[in-house]
C-alpha cells in the first residue's frame, strides 16, 4: 500500500502555492469548480520522467504519487478523503467512471496503473463496488484491457449494453442516469486532426449515448457540446481526468508525455489538454490546433465552463 502524504510532507514537497476550494465568479452560471485565489477554474498538469517508458510501460508507484500529488494540488487538500469530500464525492456515492477503449486513430485505452491509483484514492471514502467503470458496449472494455465485471464484489466493468438500456428523455446510458450517484470523466489526450482536432472530454461522453445518436456528434459541433449539458451529466460530474501518460500530438503518432490532465471544469480541462499538445506540435514545427467550436459553445451557449486562457489557472507540477 502506499504511503499517503501528510499535509505538512506534501506541501514541502511541492514548490506550488496551493490554492484552497472556491466557487467561480464569471457572467455566465456553471456549477462551483475548483479554483485558484484570483477566481480562475484550475487545471492541473501533472508529469513525471519515470512515470512511463517508451515502450508504454507505466510505473505503478510513480503514476500513483502523479495521481495523489495532482488531486491534492487540485483542491489543496492534506489527504485523499478530505480531496474528494471538496470535490463533492459522498460515503454512499456510486461513482461512474466514463474511459475511452474505442479510438479509432491509435489504442488508447486508459492505462490500468492510472485506474489503479484512481480506484485506490476512491476507495478512501466510497467501497470498491461502487465504481463502475463503463464504455459503449463490455467487449470495448476487454479490447482495452479490462475483465468485465457485474458482480457485487469489486470494481464493476461494464459497458451500456448491459447497462439496463438508456434513459428516454435523456438518452443517456442508465449507467449514468439511473445507477451512478456521481460521474467521472476520464479520457484519453488524443489528436483526430480534421474536423474537431482534438478529441478529449467532450466527445468521450459519445459513448454514453444510445447509439443512433452517436453519428449527429460527428460534424455538428452544437450538439456535442450539448451532450455534456444534459442533466445526469452536467448535475453529476466531479471530475475530468486526462491520461496522457502515452498521448498524440497529430493523428495516429504516439508520444510519451508522462502526464496527466485534472480539473472539475471539464471544458477548461479539454482546453488545457489542446495547449498540451500544441506544446508539442510547435516543437515539432506543426501548426498549432485554434480552440475548437464546440468548446466555445459549451461555454457560452451551455454554461459548462470556459475556454477563456484569461479564466483558466493551468498549474504545472512534476514528480
Known sequence: MKKKLNRREFL???????????????SFNFPAFASS???????????????????????PQQTAALFDKALLTLTGKGNAKEAWAAIGLAPSDTVAIKVNCNNWT????????????????????????????YERTTSDLIDGGFQANKSNRGVRYF???EGGGYHPQERLTRIITDTSTKIINLASLKCVDFPFGASVFMKNHIGSLVDEDMPRCHGNHRFLAGVSSRPS?????????????????QRGVPWYWGGIVMGQDSVAAEYAAIQVMNEKRSQEGIAKMETPEYLRL?????????CNPEKIDMVKISI
Open 12 to 26: 514541502k514537497s511541492t514548490s506550488i502555492a496551493i490554492a484552497g476550494l472556491g466557487a467561480v465568479s464569471h
Open 37 to 59: 485565489l484570483s477566481g480562475k477554474s484550475k487545471v492541473i498538469l501533472a508529469r513525471g520522467d519515470a512515470v512511463i517508458s517508451n515502450r508504454n510501460v507505466c510505473n
Open 106 to 133: 491509435i489504442l488508447l485505452a486508459p492505462h490500468k496503473e492510472l485506474v489503479g491509483a484512481l480506484c485506490s484514492s476512491l476507495m478512501q471514502v466510497i467501497p470498491e463496488n461502487n465504481i463502475i467503470f
Open 159 to 161: 459497458g451500456n449494453d
Open 233 to 249: 451529466i452536467k448535475n453529476k460530474a466531479i471530475l475530468a481526468l486526462g491520461d496522457g501518460l502515452r498521448a498524440t500530438f
Open 298 to 306: 459549451a461555454e457560452s451557449e451551455f454554461g459548462l465552463g470556459t
